[in-house]
């Protein structure tokens, strides 16, 4: 049961992301019916075989708290439809996560996941290139998503960026942690390069500034290595310029090159039309936060208390802002909830057997998903989640993996 229920969840794991990342209900409705049926098999699997692997790993029962809120916030909610499907959508989630760490511990198992998490950034890589040479074509995309802007998958230039930075920072601390130089190492700094060199390509200003506040934190952890993490990053920034520019060949002149990405660094600013946009987002927000302050008004409220921007598509009909998001839809409550239960397991990461490369370069992951989600609408994303739980899943611990395997 547990190699089945691995196959099914990496499965998920690779191929879900190409359906513009479950950001819409029809993409992941199918998967939801997958990892439903999938769970109750485990339930009763490990009720019958192997009870103690559920009580074992009771504490992670918390994440159900997160679509309980949902629940928590139903009499309230504007919108019905929309509440029921994020209660389905967290459901989901939660499933995916416990049946990670269920699985997990199988030792032979556990050792498959950070391969199967560096497989997925392979296969963003090689489509975000593929996109940017013009050996694939996205018909239609989400808003940003135009040339020269990468896009990824997910079709969001600003949610690829975080989900690019979140993988080179994995990478970057596995790399810093590595003695001997050996074929792995050939193939991390390509990777380090093409994962910076793309996040570059999205011209995400979000990205640029959660990507420098983690590394100020990658710093902080790392510095004990402080004169090899120096050299790494130089060597890594060296690279990733020359694979922006390369893939920068033959774009609009006004993003051409070098230039073109210091023009967008300069423009970072609260004053830019897209700032302006976002602040008042949010002060619109935490208005309609304070008429159901600690219960909310359900999922998906927002497309019903501000109309003139629901229905549109293209992420207009989102908050820009995942935690204002859920202050709107489950209240301070549900919140607060979000906030112990992720920082509880992070908290475990911190404490856990796993060697403790892994361990900090999930911690730094999660940091720049988890920063991002404050500037943008990456949490209405499904495959932002699972990256989120898969990580987390890594970071854990169970039966302790060999140190020696490819973190």
């Known amino acids: 049961?547990?190699?089945?229920?691995?196959?099914?969840?990496?499965?998920?794991?690779?191929?879900?992301?190409?359906?513009?990342?479950?950001?819409?209900?029809?993409?992941?409705?199918?998967?939801?019916?997958?990892?439903?049926?999938?769970?109750?098999?485990?339930?009763?699997?490990?009720?019958?075989?192997?009870?103690?692997?559920?009580?074992?790993?009771?504490?992670?029962?918390?994440?159900?708290?997160?679509?309980?809120?949902?629940?928590?916030?139903?009499?309230?909610?504007?919108?019905?439809?929309?509440?029921?499907?994020?209660?389905?959508?967290?459901?989901?989630?939660?499933?995916?996560?416990?049946?990670?760490?269920?699985?997990?511990?199988?030792?032979?198992?556990?050792?498959?996941?950070?391969?199967?998490?560096?497989?997925?950034?392979?296969?963003?890589?090689?489509?975000?290139?593929?996109?940017?040479?013009?050996?694939?074509?996205?018909?239609?995309?989400?808003?940003?998503?135009?040339?020269?802007?990468?896009?990824?998958?997910?079709?969001?230039?600003?949610?690829?960026?975080?989900?690019?930075?979140?993988?080179?920072?994995?990478?970057?601390?596995?790399?810093?942690?590595?003695?001997?130089?050996?074929?792995?190492?050939?193939?991390?700094?390509?990777?380090?390069?093409?994962?910076?060199?793309?996040?570059?390509?999205?011209?995400?200003?979000?990205?640029?500034?959660?990507?420098?506040?983690?590394?100020?934190?990658?710093?902080l952890l790392l510095y004990k290595k402080w004169k090899k993490f120096i050299f790494v990053s130089l060597l890594a920034l060296f690279l990733s310029l020359a694979v922006f520019d390369l893939l920068s060949l033959d774009k609009h002149i006004d993003y051409n090159g070098f230039s073109s990405l210091t023009t967008r660094f300069s423009s970072i600013s609260p004053v830019t039309s897209t700032a302006v946009i976002r602040e008042n987002f949010y002060k619109d927000a935490l208005s309609m936060s304070r008429e159901s302050p600690w219960f909310g008004f359900g999922g998906k409220s927002w497309t019903v208390y501000y109309p003139e921007y629901a229905h549109q598509g293209n992420g207009l009909d989102q908050v820009h802002n995942g935690y204002l998001s859920f202050l709107i839809e489950i209240g301070w409550v549900g919140l607060s909830a979000y906030i112990l239960v992720l920082g509880l397991f992070i908290f475990r990461i911190a404490k856990s057997d796993e060697p403790r490369e892994r361990r900090i370069g999930v911690i730094l992951a999660l940091a720049m998903l988890f920063g991002h989600g404050t500037v943008d609408y990456d949490l209405s994303y499904g495959t932002v989640w699972l990256l989120i739980f898969w990580l987390i899943a890594i970071g854990a611990g169970g039966r302790r993996a060999s140190a020696a395997s490819y973190s």
């Open 1 to 219: 049961m547990n190699w089945f229920t691995f196959i099914c969840l990496a499965v998920v794991f690779l191929i879900s992301p190409f359906q513009w990342g479950l950001f819409y209900e029809s993409d992941i409705r199918v998967w939801e019916w997958l990892i439903l049926v999938l769970f109750i098999l485990n339930i009763v699997w490990y009720w019958i075989r192997e009870r103690q692997v559920l009580t074992k790993n009771s504490v992670y029962f918390l994440v159900l708290l997160l679509p309980f809120m949902y629940v928590l916030a139903a009499p309230f909610a504007l919108n019905q439809q929309g509440n029921w499907q994020m209660i389905v959508r967290f459901f989901t989630y939660a499933f995916f996560f416990l049946l990670l760490i269920w699985t997990g511990e199988s030792p032979g198992i556990r050792k498959l996941y950070p391969y199967v998490f560096h497989l997925l950034g392979i296969a963003f890589l090689i489509f975000a290139v593929a996109n940017i040479l013009g050996i694939i074509h996205l018909d239609t995309s989400m808003v940003g998503c135009v040339e020269p802007r990468s896009c990824g998958p997910v079709r969001y230039p600003n949610t690829f960026g975080a989900i690019m930075s979140a993988y080179w920072f994995y990478t970057f601390t596995v790399f810093i942690h590595r003695k001997i130089p050996d074929w792995r190492s050939v193939l991390i700094m390509p990777l380090l390069a093409g994962y910076a060199g793309v996040a570059m390509l999205t011209f995400s200003r979000g990205t640029y500034i959660f990507f420098s506040v983690t590394f100020i934190l990658a710093f």
